[in-house]
């Protein structure tokens, strides 16, 4: 059997979209590779996204959670993750596959990066968005 291996390029993919494509793949065998996610963007105001990450930042403790990633590439992988029966044995292993970067790892600077059409900012009728990013330093993470 011929392994798969999809390498998705984020650049201005909304958040959302591109999970539902990653999810799907994930669970049909495929290995998901998912780069740039800092540059992964969610639709909304700015405003209305601080307000909302903030609320989920301040409930609960530090100790009992709920926790929230500050690091981009968790924050995308754990977008994903919602999508995915993660609790189950072919969730958990769809799970597996799927790995996130913040940039491109020197192994695969020389493959190739396929963007999901469907998923840019570009086409969509959205004029206000935010960086993961700028999601993630709101949130206190340490994003240079």
Do not use: Q, W
Request: glycine share 8%; with cysteine.
């Amino acid at each position: 059997m011929v392994k798969m291996v999809l390498n998705i390029d984020g650049k201005n993919l909304i958040l959302g979209r591109l999970a539902t494509v990653v999810a799907k793949k994930a669970l049909l065998g495929e290995t998901v590779n998912v780069f740039n996610c800092d540059s992964v963007v969610i639709t909304g105001g700015k405003a209305h996204l601080c307000a909302e990450y903030k609320r989920k930042r301040e409930m609960g403790t530090h100790s009992t959670g709920p926790f929230h990633a500050r690091v981009p590439f968790k924050f995308v992988k754990r977008s994903i993750r919602g999508m995915i029966p993660y609790k189950k044995p072919k969730g958990r292993e769809a799970f597996d596959r799927i790995k996130c970067f913040n940039n491109i790892p020197e192994e695969f600077k020389d493959s190739k990066l396929e963007t999901i059409e469907k998923a840019n900012i570009d086409n969509s009728l959205m004029s206000a968005y935010l960086s993961i990013k700028e999601i993630c330093k709101f949130m206190g993470g340490n994003v240079e």
